[in-house]
C-alpha cells in the first residue's frame, strides 16, 4: 500500500501550548514509516516545516504520490503528546485540503486528542478513523489490510474496537530522517549552555527515544491514554540511530523520553561519541556516580521534575518522591557540577508558600540551577488530575478542562507570551 504520513505546518496564535515551536522530528511518523517500509509497503513522509511546505504544499504531494491512505498526526511529535494544544484548527484544515486533493485516500488521525477523546477527535477533524494510543503498530495494521474499527485501537464514526495501544518499541528498528531535514533542523531542544544568535548553533540537532513511556503516576501528567508503560529499546539499533545522525552532522540530541532513568550500558555507549544531549528526568533517581556518568557521556542539559517544596505537595501530587526538599536541592546542585544546565520544574500548588519558593529559587540559582516561577496546571483529559475534577473524559473533555483553566488563574504561567483564546474560538473550522 501506499501510505503518504504527515506533520502540519504548526502555528499557535492564541493557544495555550505549552511546548517549544520550533521543528522537531515527528518521531511517531518516524517510527510507522519505519514498520511500514520494513513490511514493503511505500511510505511519503513530508513535515510542514521542516520541509517548508504549507498545507496547499502538503496536499499536493500527496496529489502526485496517490496514497492509499494518509496519515495526520494531531500533535507536534510525540515529545509534546503529553501538552498538546487543546485545538484541532490545524489538523482540521489539512484534512479538509487532502480531502479534496485525494479523494478516494483514507484519513487517519493519530495523536493525543484521538487517543483520549476519540469521538470528539472524529467529529472536530472529519477523519475517517482516529488511533487510539501509540500508532506505529496500528497504522501497520490498517496498511496491511485491518479494518478501521475492528483493528484493536481504531474508532470510526461506526464502531471502535479496544483502547488506547501500546506499540512493542523495544525492537523498534532504527529511524532514518532526510538530509535536508536535518540539515535545517538548528534548533537544540532545551539547550542553554551556550549562547544562540537566532539563526541556530552551529551544528544541527535531533531528537531520538530511548525508551517510552514512565513507571511513575504523577497526577498532572497526561499518559493515561498513550506512552505509558515503561518499554527501552533495545541498545543496538538506538546506537546505530544516533550513529546514523552523527553522520549526518547531528551535534546535539535530545532525549524525548518521558523519564530519562539511568541507563549505565546507553551512558557508558555514549561516552567518546562526541556529542551533547539533553534529557528530562527526576533528580532523585541519580545517584551520583550515575550523575558523574551522565556528565561524561556529553548531556549538558537536565530538565527535572521537582514539582512541589513540601512533601505534602508532593504527595498530593502523586509524586512518590522519597528524598526531602534538602536533599533534593544537594542532588541538583551536585548535578550542576557535571551538566552545564540545569532546571529543577516546579508546578503551582496549593500551600506552597511563595516566599519559600522565592527562597529555594534564589538558592539554587546562586549554585548555577534554574528554578521556574510555579507553573499553573492544565488539566489534559489524559492526566489523572481530570478524572479527578471531572471524571472520566467525554466528547466535551478538551473544552471543559480549557474552561476551567481559563477561569482559574489570573496569571498564567511565565513561559506563555499571550493570553490564549476560548477553545471554541480556536476550533470554529472544526465545527461540522
Same mark, same amino acid.
Given at each position: ?15 495555550? !501550548? ?40 502538503? #496536499?499536493?504531494?500527496?496529489? #502526485? ?79 496491511? %489490510?485491518?479494518?478501521? %474499527? ?65 513507571? !511513575? ?162 488539566? !489534559? ?19 471543559? #478542562? ?31
Amino acid at each position: 500500500m501506499k501510505v503518504a504520513l504527515l506533520n502540519p505546518p504548526w502555528s499557535f496564535e492564541g493557544s495555550i !501550548y505549552f511546548g517549544c515551536r520550533a521543528p522537531h522530528l515527528p518521531i511517531e511518523l518516524g517510527a510507522a514509516k519505519a514498520l511500514l517500509d520494513c513490511a514493503g509497503h511505500e511510505t511519503l513522509l513530508r513535515d510542514g516545516l521542516l520541509d517548508e511546505l504549507a498545507i496547499g504544499g502538503l #496536499a499536493a504531494a500527496c496529489t #502526485a504520490f496517490a496514497p492509499a491512505m494518509i496519515v495526520v498526526t494531531t500533535a507536534p511529535t510525540y515529545l509534546f503528546w503529553r501538552c498538546a494544544q487543546p485545538e484541532l484548527r490545524l489538523p482540521r484544515l489539512l484534512l479538509d485540503a487532502l480531502r479534496a486533493a485525494c479523494p478516494e485516500a483514507r484519513l487517519v488521525a493519530v495523536g493525543p486528542h484521538g487517543s483520549a477523546t476519540p469521538e470528539a477527535a472524529l467529529a472536530k477533524l472529519g477523519a475517517d478513523v482516529v488511533v487510539r494510543g501509540e500508532c506505529e503498530e496500528v497504522v501497520l495494521a490498517l496498511a496491511e %489490510g485491518g479494518v478501521a %474499527g475492528e483493528v484493536p485501537g481504531t474508532a470510526t464514526p461506526l464502531r471502535a474496537t479496544g483502547g488506547p495501544q501500546a506499540a512493542r518499541f523495544t525492537d523498534l528498528p532504527a529511524l532514518r530522517w532526510p538530509d535536508h531535514w536535518i540539515a535545517r533542523h538548528r534548533h537544540h531542544h532545551h539547550r542553554f549552555d551556550q549562547p544562540c544568535d537566532g539563526s541556530g548553533h552551529e551544528l544541527p540537532g535531533a531528537e531520538v527515544e530511548a525508551s517510552r513511556g514512565c513507571p !511513575y503516576s504523577c497526577s498532572f501528567c497526561a499518559k493515561i491514554d498513550f506512552r505509558d508503560g515503561y518499554r527501552r529499546r533495545d541498545l543496538v539499533p538506538l546506537l546505530d540511530e544516533i550513529d546514523g545522525l552523527r553522520a549526518q552532522g547531528v551535534g546535539y540530541l535530545y532525549f524525548i523520553d518521558e523519564i530519562f532513568l539511568p541507563n549505565r550500558p546507553l551512558l557508558e555507549a555514549l561516552v567518546g561519541r562526541g556529542l551533547k544531549f539533553g534529557i528530562q528526568t527526576r533528580i532523585d533517581l541519580w545517584r551520583p556516580d550515575m550523575l558523574a556518568l551522565l556528565g561524561a557521556a556529553g548531556c549538558v542539559s537536565i530538565e527535572a521534575g521537582v514539582e512541589s517544596l513540601t512533601v505534602e505537595g508532593r504527595a498530593e501530587l502523586d509524586k512518590n518522591c522519597r528524598l526531602s526538599t534538602d536533599e533534593l536541592t544537594d542532588r541538583l546542585i551536585l548535578a550542576r557540577r557535571h551538566v552545564a544546565f540545569v532546571q529543577a520544574n516546579l508546578i503551582q500548588v496549593a500551600g506552597d508558600d511563595p516566599a519559600l519558593v522565592a527562597g529555594w529559587r534564589a538558592r539554587l540559582q546562586e549554585a548555577g540551577v534554574w528554578a521556574n516561577d510555579p507553573v499553573p496546571l492544565y488539566p !489534559y483529559p489524559s492526566s489523572p488530575d481530570y478524572r479527578r475534577l471531572f471524571g472520566p473524559p467525554d466528547a466535551q473533555a478538551w473544552e471543559r #478542562a480549557h474552561a476551567h483553566y481559563l477561569g482559574l488563574f489570573e496569571r498564567l504561567s511565565d513561559i506563555q507570551d499571550e493570553a490564549p483564546l476560548p477553545l471554541a474560538e480556536l476550533e470554529s473550522v472544526c465545527r461540522c
